[in-house]
């Protein structure tokens, strides 16, 4: 029986989306390539897959018994993958960490690739997509260290190391004059949660929107109409400019994100009840002991604190 991989990975796509058009946009590869692909597995097993009609496609039963263990082949082969690269980067030398997309590492990626010495021996991740977890990556040694934010205790995780570099204290509320007209002298947050609130994602910072969601139906039993999540703080702050919603970030975001030079109206809250709302650390495995990755983290770490400073 002749299988091939990409047949096995657009059959699990497929199956997940039930979309022909989604599969080949999410593989980067054409509809006819993704027909192609699952009548060459259907060819190979022997099998029909899937059935096709007005509402999309849907798995025949022999395909639902055959999509457990395609998952399992592919999520090997992606494991196995990852091993690779963690033992080429260990023989090699080098060290791979995830930056996040806050303000302060755009500034301090942008300090790493113009660093002569971190430049060759360091490999920055950008988190691109939604999917995309830092916790995982971790964990699954896909990166050897992590700088990014989290609120509260988020990232004290078992397994993981957390080394603080700056904790900011409450949450920074800003918003564009012209499209609201709250009063910072008399502000209420539940004013500000009758409209659309601009807040960070999991990538960005780590616990903030659940936590949000719960003090929301818990301490004023409403939630806001809408709620837009970021994944780098440049996207929120440009949406607050444009009137498209209230920012609500945890932490010093005022100074953070430079809110200052904008115009918006910012106002600081919760500083009493949230004295350590905002952590900015590196996050390492605990079993970390190899030398380069632990001075390398430690090299970008001091860089973070000069351009602070």
């Known amino acids: ?9 657009t059959f699990v796509r497929l199956a997940d989306c039930g979309s022909f058009s989604e599969t080949a946009k999410g593989q980067g590869i054409t509809q006819p390539a993704v027909s192609q692909r699952v009548a060459r597995l259907e060819s190979a097993v022997g099998l029909r897959l899937f059935l096709r009609g007005q509402e999309g496609v849907r798995l025949t039963h022999e395909g639902s018994q055959l999509l457990n263990l395609a998952r399992q082949v592919v999520r090997e082969h992606d494991d196995l993958c990852v091993r690779m690269e963690h033992f080429v980067r260990e023989s090699r030398g080098s060290v791979r960490a995830w930056i996040d997309r806050s303000m302060a590492g755009e500034a301090l990626a942008c300090r790493v690739a113009g660093h002569e010495e971190l430049r060759t021996a ?15 990556a971790l964990d699954e040694r896909m990166v050897d260290f992590v700088i990014a934010g989290t609120f509260l205790h988020a990232g004290d995780v078992p397994g993981l190391r957390r080394f603080g570099l700056e904790t900011q204290r409450g949450t920074t509320i800003a918003w564009n004059r012209s ?12 004013e500000a949660l ?6 960070p994602d999991e990538q960005l910072v780590s616990g903030y929107a659940g936590f949000l969601e719960r003090w929301c139906l818990e301490a004023y039993r409403l ?8 994944r780098d703080e440049m996207s929120a702050r440009d949406a607050c400019i444009a ?22 109206g910012t106002m600081k809250t919760f500083e009493f009840l949230l004295p350590d709302a905002y952590h900015y650390s590196v996050y390492m495995r605990s079993d970390e002991r190899k030398q380069n990755v632990l001075q390398t983290a430690l090299k970008v770490s001091e860089l973070h604190l000069r351009i602070e400073a």
Request: negative net charge; glycine residues 6%; aromatic residues 12%.
């Open 1 to 9: 029986m002749d299988l091939d991989l990409p047949s096995l990975e």
């Open 122 to 136: 360091l490999e920055v991740l950008r988190p691109e997509t939604e999917t995309m977890d830092w916790k995982r």
């Open 179 to 190: 499209y609201f007209d709250f009063d910072a002298g008399s502000f209420s947050f539940p």
């Open 194 to 199: 009758r409209s659309t609130i601009l807040i």
């Open 223 to 230: 939630l806001p109409p809408d709620i837009r999540t970021f």
């Open 243 to 264: 009137g498209l919603g209230v920012l609500v970030f945890p932490g010093d975001a005022r100074r953070r994100m430079n809110l200052d030079s904008t115009g918006l």
